[in-house]
């Protein structure tokens, strides 16, 4: 099922991506009393190395230039999936939020790929960790989305988070426990959007050492187009988890066309303010206490699916 | 009943917070929150106020949530611990089977004909409770962690209690209460003197006794 | 307000207790509150009472039977207390009086009380005042056994709350006060069987576990071993029996609401385990206190035996509580006099008894007889009982099992225990205490006594207990 009306939320969110990770630095240097880099440097960087050439190692093969790609399909696949507009996905079929946890999955791997196709030890240990983590995040995604079933009744995205979810009267307390339970996966969603696009505590954007790095040491040999390419796919990952999120958070069948948009990219922004006061108030976590988060994420995901079972 | 439910879910995540933490202190604030919120369900539970319902509420407010936190913190801090609570399985193994715990009980709380009239969160809740209380007892060696345990036990028992408010008598609850205090305070007191004599709160040392 | 006097005085003489500064009239002051609540008991079986708080506090044949027991022992043990305090000097002594006070006030509640409740609360308050006195010699192993016991007890007693409240939820659809005893029984048909169950089970492992029935009864042992005697006699008369009167209680439930069917094949269960895991363990024991402690778990799963068998059988089981009380209370005292001598609790360190100390070496022997069934003690009596309900009631293989486990039992007692009395000791002692011997020597004429004639009113009590435990006397 195609429906053509959710064009503009898509481009909307294509357009707005880069802005998020910008927003999550901005508000994590005000709170720490800096300034911080512009709001709008992802897309500086993004331009700059557009316009530089890609250099590529002896020793990677096909995988590694294939990796940048296969993540930006992947990840706009996603987008593709989820109800931008808070009515129904471009793309919606039963179980399509199978295809749409895969397709992240799909990108992730590709990345892993690529960083052990480089041969550096540092990479490969990055991509191990990666892969590890996303193991452990997972089952609080499919977890979530189970519990999102069972609230609407129906597997497929749109249904579960667009027209005829009734998220809206689930969250008023309609029927049964929906509302704790749609709080808890909020949370629970919120935790895995912070472990998959490889924010504090999970993973630290920022930091310098190759050693503590997950994510950034797996792109380590990227450059040019294809590095412009993996950090905008990046950010359009983050802003569909963000998606996500606010699909569950604020439901949006009952408000006017116009003011959709509106309340949507507001509700991204907040997330990424949100992303900004996690980074700000806590500290990374050790690695061997990371799968105890997720599987608290997974937790909380369970406990909601519990909650609505109870009649 | 919304306030109730919500409660109910804090109850269960500051179970879930005894389970995952490594510190001793934050065991404690959660048994301490847990405390709160099991004073505040006799009145969002309640539909008709009585002297009772705020008695029982503001008594167990007091117990649960302000002494015993304040008496545990002070044995710890009197007997210079060390601040890892020391599972004998893993904290992702622990909260695993602290889901299993809520998955069964919610599953037996199908099964079961409960009282009418309480949320029907109350009974899942109260057993899921109680399971992880024993959890939280059989797998950490050191003896506050274990009180911890124990208060969890008892928060879960108060809870199914609260099924049947309007027919157990209030002297009956003070009596239960206090009863429960004592415990604790008289464990409290053998929790500085284990530490004192062995140098560790931990009761694996405790092994001299045996055939 | 006799019922009430009975545990009033003693919470009041706890508390007066504290108060004294001087030991001495600690002690006596102890004396004097046992001998006045003895002469209450009496009291109490010349004229019954009238229920007190609504029928809550009230008297009957079984709470009657064990309410004697207690009062008895705690007479005993204080007399053995003057004596006792005189030889071996605790460190934290104030609060020794006061907890023995605190002790006996709590058990006399359990025995009074007829609503689940309150049966609770004191039965959680005499845990929680037996384990200062566990603590009493303030050492390592007194910490660990006390650590031990507080928490097996807190948890155990924590399960039998929460079997009160499912026994509350069992009540919704019936009238009558909740929990009431009275009430539950008179009602019992429309009791709620599901909840009813659950609640039986975890009253069961509750109060079971206070008793020292196996397989949780790891507390046992260490807290005999690390108590001073007196308090051992007092846990292994008055507190199991006054757990095992929970148990009772529940069963008189279950009785009147047709259940026998789930609720007897568990406590053969757990009784029949009891004494094979007695058995195992009394088998080359060398720590006289621990031996007590496994024949203690052995006697509490014969009263568990008795109750699941019906019939005689509860007959059996009423009159066990007094024998079984009486005679654990005269091997304790006299084993503690062996151990304040000696300064061990090592039976090898022991031999000689009879020359070193002739009293209680005679009195040793003869709670070694009165311990093992072996007639004319009282606990023949009662075991007999027991064993006769198995061959009526149909269950012929529980009567061998048992027969067999009690001859083991004989024999791992008999070589421990016969090996200390016989011998040529390295030294005399000189004349014993009056204080340590009177007490003991009471008990075991009241233990040869009941097995040569059972006094009238005690017969009526045992035939109204039993017959309200659903069985009949013989």
């Keep these: 099922m195609i429906a053509w009306t959710a064009i503009p939320a898509l481009l909307l969110v294509l357009v707005v991506a880069p802005l998020l990770p910008g927003i999550a630095t901005k508000t994590k240097s005000w709170l720490t009393g800096r300034r911080g880099p512009p709001v709008l440097q992802l897309y500086f960087d993004l331009g700059k190395l557009w316009r530089k050439r890609s250099t590529y190692s002896r020793t990677t093969t096909w995988m590694f230039r294939l990796a940048p790609l296969a993540l930006l399909v992947t990840s706009v696949g996603a987008a593709c999936l989820l109800p931008l507009d808070g009515r129904s996905a471009l793309l919606g079929f039963r179980g399509d939020f199978i295809a749409f946890a895969s397709l992240l999955a799909v990108g992730r791997f590709a990345l892993v790929l690529a960083g052990l196709d480089t041969g550096s030890s540092f990479e490969g240990m990055g991509a191990s960790r990666d892969a590890t983590f996303a193991t452990f995040a997972e089952p609080a995604l499919f977890l979530g989305f189970v519990t999102l079933f069972l609230i609407s009744g129906n597997l497929s995205l749109t249904g579960m988070l667009g027209v005829g979810a009734g998220l809206l009267s689930a969250w008023i307390g309609g029927g049964g426990h929906a509302a704790p339970a749609l709080a808890l996966i909020t949370i629970s969603l919120f935790l895995v959007l912070l472990a998959e696009t490889s924010r504090v505590p999970v993973d630290d954007p920022a930091t310098h050492l190759e050693l503590t790095m997950i994510h950034e040491v797996i792109v380590l040999d990227h450059s040019g187009p294809d590095l412009a390419c993996i950090l905008y796919s990046s950010a359009v990952k983050l802003a569909v988890l963000g998606a996500l999120v606010v699909g569950v958070l604020v439901p949006r069948t009952a408000l006017p066309a116009p003011l959709t948009g509106l309340v949507f990219t507001g509700g991204l922004v907040l997330v990424a303010v949100a992303i900004g006061i996690v980074e700000s108030v806590m500290a990374r976590l050790r690695l061997s206490r990371v799968p105890q988060f997720l599987v608290a994420a997974a937790v909380l995901s369970t406990l909601g699916a519990l909650l609505v079972l109870v009649r | ?211 | 307000m006799l019922l009430l006097a009975l545990v009033l005085l003693p919470a009041l003489g706890a508390l007066g207790a504290y108060l004294h500064r001087a030991e001495a009239r600690r002690t006596a002051w102890l004396v004097a509150v046992a001998a006045i609540h003895l002469a209450l008991v009496t009291l109490v079986w010349t004229t019954p009472p009238p229920a007190v708080f609504s029928g809550w506090i009230a008297v009957d044949a079984l709470g009657l039977i064990v309410l004697t027991l207690t009062s008895l022992l705690f007479f005993v043990a204080a007399i053995y207390t003057v004596g006792y305090l005189r030889r071996e000097s605790p460190r934290g002594g104030r609060a020794f009086v006061s907890c023995v006070l605190a002790f006996l006030a709590s058990v006399s509640l359990v025995a009074l009380s007829h609503h689940f409740a309150v049966l609770w609360i004191a039965l959680e308050a005499s845990t929680l005042a037996v384990a200062p006195l566990i603590f009493h010699r303030r050492d390592r192993r007194s910490l660990e056994a006390v650590w031990k016991y507080l928490v097996i007890s807190s948890v155990a007693i924590a399960l039998a709350l929460l079997g009160t409240f499912f026994l509350s939820t069992a009540q919704a659809n019936s009238a009558g006060t909740p929990l009431l005893l009275e009430d539950l029984v008179a009602d019992a048909a429309r009791l709620h069987p599901a909840w009813l169950k659950a609640a039986f089970i975890l009253l069961l492992v509750g109060y079971g576990t206070k008793m020292g029935l196996a397989p949780m009864h790891t507390w046992k042992p260490d807290t005999y071993g690390e108590a001073p005697s007196v308090v051992g006699a007092l846990m292994a008369g008055a507190l199991t029996s006054a757990a095992f009167l929970g148990l009772a209680r529940i069963n008189e439930v279950t009785t009147a609401a047709g259940i026998s069917a789930f609720t007897r094949p568990l406590l053969l269960f757990f009784g029949l385990f009891s004494i094979v895991v007695a058995a195992a363990f009394v088998i080359g024991q060398t720590d006289v206190k621990r031996l007590l402690a496994y024949s203690s778990v052995e006697h509490m799963g014969l009263l568990a035996v008795g109750l699941g068998l019906g019939g005689v059988g509860a007959y059996g089981a009423t009159l066990h509580i007094v024998t079984n009380g009486l005679t654990k209370g005269l091997l304790f005292l006299v084993l503690g006099n062996v151990i304040l001598v000696a300064g061990t609790t090592q039976a090898g360190a022991m031999h000689g008894l009879a020359k070193r100390l002739p009293i209680s070496g005679g009195l040793l022997l003869l709670g070694l007889f009165a311990v093992t069934g072996s007639p004319p003690s009282g606990v023949f009596i009662s075991e007999f009982a027991i064993l006769r309900a198995a061959f009526a009631e149909g269950h012929v293989w529980v009567g061998v099992v048992l027969l067999i486990l009690l001859v083991v039992i004989f024999l791992g007692l008999a070589t421990t225990i016969l090996k200390i009395v016989h011998g040529t000791p390295e030294r005399r002692e000189p004349r014993e205490s009056g204080w340590l011997v009177l007490g003991p020597i009471g008990l075991a004429a009241g233990v040869i006594l009941l097995g040569i004639y059972i006094p009238a009113p005690l017969q009526s009590a045992l035939r109204q207990a039993a017959a309200a435990l659903g069985g009949v006397a013989p």
């Design chain 2, 1 to 211: 009943m919304p306030a109730a439910d919500l409660l109910l879910v804090l109850v269960v995540l500051a179970d879930f917070m005894v389970l995952g933490t490594s510190r001793l202190t934050t065991c404690i604030r959660a048994i301490a929150l847990q405390g709160l919120m099991l004073g505040a369900l006799p009145i969002a539970l309640t539909q008709h106020w009585s002297l009772h319902i705020v008695g029982l509420a503001v008594g167990s407010t007091v117990v649960k949530s302000l002494v015993l936190p304040w008496f545990l913190r002070r044995a710890i801090r009197e007997a210079a611990v060390r601040r890892e609570v020391e599972p004998s399985i893993g904290f992702t193994l622990s909260l695993v089977l602290g889901i299993a715990a809520v998955a069964i009980a919610f599953g037996v709380s199908q099964r079961l004909p409960l009282p009418a009239g309480v949320s029907e969160l109350l009974v899942p809740v109260a057993l899921a409770t109680v399971i992880m209380g024993f959890l939280t007892l059989t797998t950490r060696s050191k003896a506050v962690t274990q009180v911890v345990g124990y208060l969890m036990l008892e928060n879960g028992i108060y809870l199914f209690g609260l099924t049947s408010t309007d027919r157990v008598p209030f002297l009956v609850e003070i009596g239960v209460l206090l009863d429960v205090f004592v415990a604790v305070f008289i464990m409290g007191i053998v929790v500085f003197h284990i530490n004192r004599e062995f140098d560790s709160l931990s009761s694996i040392r405790l092994t001299e006794l045996r055939d």
